[in-house]
């Protein structure tokens, strides 16, 4: 472990530029590099598939272009964007509500492990301190002031996540937020920053042409995107948006026919038995052969959404 004094050359300029600077800083791994784009991707603990897909793949494309992610290793969104952001090969940084030698939820051991040698875990908290409460709301101004960008996935109408977002428009950091179903409480945070002035995030293209500007098109980084495998489109009359990434050419006809009407938002069987006009027991063995593919998951009884 590290230890960064504000009077530290190494010190992040970033933090520097806020009047509630830490002090200090306790580090496992590396500061982020500060010649390099920074996003912060944060939103619910208790968050839907969709968001989780949503964060994860979000990381991945951003990782992939060159930029680093940060967020606060909490479950739900957080780790979801850390997760994506290593898939990519990227950097990603934990703020921690707690000492850096404590992993904090104990279920992400694994994902501590790998930030630790794939970023940093960075902490204003000596080690030994516990994650209790009020250290979250302190330990958000640290993630908004580390990024150039915070994109919000979900959140309730009062969160920790529109904490992180109203710090990050105080230092002047744009904020950017996924659009949600309207009546959905998961979503109420986001279309509540976005009917606000925040940017909508309806791909990973936005974030990337708000950060690089005209050097992104230069770069033919939009190219670059369009090449990912990452297709987001409407669902036949759901509103369902459909994230096609795996290859399906092996699948029988029926199973094609009902991973086709499927999408990140779960769907209830009879709707895809509607849709695609098969029997109930044609479905559930199709949706059987799916799992069992890891093509799709069951969120909850009789809902069904891909992976």
Not at 104 to 111: A, C, G, K, M, W
Not at 123 to 136: A, M, R, Y
């Amino acid at each position: 472990m590290r230890i960064y004094y504000k009077k530290d050359k190494l010190y992040p300029n970033k933090l520097k530029e806020i009047d509630d600077a830490p002090l200090k800083l306790y580090v496992l791994g590396e500061l982020p590099n500060e010649n390099k784009k920074t996003v912060a991707i944060v939103g619910a603990r208790e968050c839907s598939h969709y968001g989780s897909q949503m964060a994860y793949k979000y990381a991945q494309i951003l990782a992939d272009e060159g930029v680093q992610i940060v967020s606060g290793m909490a479950r739900g969104i957080d780790s979801a964007a850390h997760r994506g952001a290593l898939e990519a090969g990227g950097k990603t940084f934990a703020i921690m509500g707690c000492g850096t030698d404590i992993c904090y939820p104990i279920q992400n051991r694994d994902l501590y492990e790998q930030i630790k040698t794939h970023g940093g875990v960075i902490s204003e908290f000596e080690n030994g301190e516990k994650p209790i409460s009020w250290h979250f709301p302190m330990r958000n101004r640290i993630i908004s002031a580390l990024s150039d960008l915070i994109l919000v996935v979900e959140a309730r109408s009062r969160s920790g996540s529109l904490i992180t977002a109203d710090r990050a428009l105080d230092y002047g950091k744009d904020v950017f937020a996924i659009p949600g179903r309207v009546g959905d409480s998961l979503s109420e945070g986001c279309n509540q920053l976005i009917s606000q002035g925040a940017g909508i995030a309806w791909n990973p293209q936005e974030l990337l042409v708000s950060l690089f500007h005209k050097n992104f098109q230069k770069k033919e980084r939009v190219s670059s995107y369009n090449n990912k495998c990452f297709s987001l489109q409407e669902n036949s009359g759901l509103g369902n948006e459909k994230y096609q990434q795996k290859n399906i050419s092996g699948l029988e006809s029926k199973e094609k026919k009902v991973y086709s009407c499927m999408g990140l938002y779960p769907i209830h069987v009879n709707e895809i038995v509607k849709i695609t006009g098969l029997t109930l027991e044609e479905v559930m063995t199709a949706l059987f052969s799916l799992e069992i593919l890891d093509l799709v998951i069951e969120t909850t009884k009789n809902y069904y959404a891909v992976r």
